[in-house]
């Protein structure tokens, strides 16, 4: 399902405060509200009305919106939701670093990723980052009731689509921090000596790395391991976007898209 462009989804909402506000925003439960209270945090505004359509019909309340990882910290921050739903590509900071900011400013929510990244590392550090659950926007609109009542529960929410990508390279060796850095400046075409220069180390010790890479992700050459990377989520796609023209022009973007 197409959660942009659904067009059952496309219901009136609340009129917002100028600052995106919703009028309900920290009104708390009251009488007879015993449904959770759910923050969506998406940068495409008709996902965000859409999901609150379908939390409303059910009986569950749209508590705060917000269209960046910033926003989302904030709102989560003011209103204390039951529920928090963010897409892992959202702008500025990004959804790693918003689920990071929750642990601390409030630590009772529940978030539950919700997003088109299906790579094995991007499920795993959203884990560890603190998700509850985790949900690929090709998800019907009842997995979405689902996984937002089994946490409202207190239970997680891990479907067998992510649960089987996870378990899929379950037991290989993880890449160090520093070949994250390495394999990241490889998407972004840098060369090794490029690579070395970037990173303060010789083109010696990059090459080492690069044939480590290779050797983790099993793959045979640069380009795999690029297109490996992405597709797990090792690194993100907004790298590729933000060092356009150059990882963009090596065919890299012709074999691998992200399902947005």
Same mark, same amino acid.
């Given at each position: %399902? ?12 609340? $009129? ?27 940068? $495409?505004?008709?996902?965000? *009305? ?8 059910? +009986? %569950? ?23 928090? %739903? ?36 991007? *499920? ?18 009842? &997995? ?18 992510? &649960? ?9 060796? $993880? ?12 998407? &972004? ?5 490029? *690579? ?54 090596? +065919?890299?973007?012709?074999? *691998?898209?992200?399902?947005?």
């Amino acid at each position: %399902m197409n959660w942009g462009a659904h067009p059952s989804f496309l219901t009136a909402t609340p $009129q917002r405060h100028r600052d995106g506000r919703l009028p309900t925003e920290g009104a708390g439960r009251g009488p007879g509200r015993g449904g959770p209270r759910v923050v969506v945090a998406d940068e $495409q505004a008709v996902v965000r *009305i859409g999901l609150g359509a379908l939390l409303a019909s059910q +009986g %569950m309340e749209l508590a705060g919106e917000a269209g960046t990882a910033e926003q989302a910290v904030e709102v989560v921050r003011r209103i204390r939701p039951d529920v928090v %739903m963010l897409d892992l590509q959202l702008p500025e900071r990004g959804g790693f670093w918003a689920l990071a900011q929750f642990r601390a400013v409030a630590p009772s929510v529940r978030p539950l990723v919700f997003t088109a990244s299906d790579g094995d590392e991007a *499920i795993r550090q959203a884990l560890e980052a603190g998700a509850r659950g985790y949900l690929l926007k090709t998800a019907g609109p009842e &997995a979405v009731l689902d996984a937002v009542r089994a946490l409202q529960s207190g239970l997680r929410f891990l479907p067998q689509p992510v &649960a089987a990508r996870m378990a899929e390279h379950l037991g290989r060796p $993880q890449l160090s921090p520093r070949e994250h850095d390495v394999v990241a400046l490889m998407v &972004a075409g840098l060369t090794n000596r490029e *690579i070395g220069a970037r990173l303060h180390i010789t083109e010696g010790t990059a090459k080492l790395h690069v044939s480590r890479i290779l050797g983790k992700l099993c793959v045979r050459d640069r380009t795999a391991a690029v297109t490996a990377a992405l597709r797990r989520g090792i690194v993100p796609w907004s790298c590729v976007e933000r060092s356009a023209p150059d990882a963009m022009s090596n +065919g890299i973007a012709q074999h *691998i898209s992200p399902a947005r």
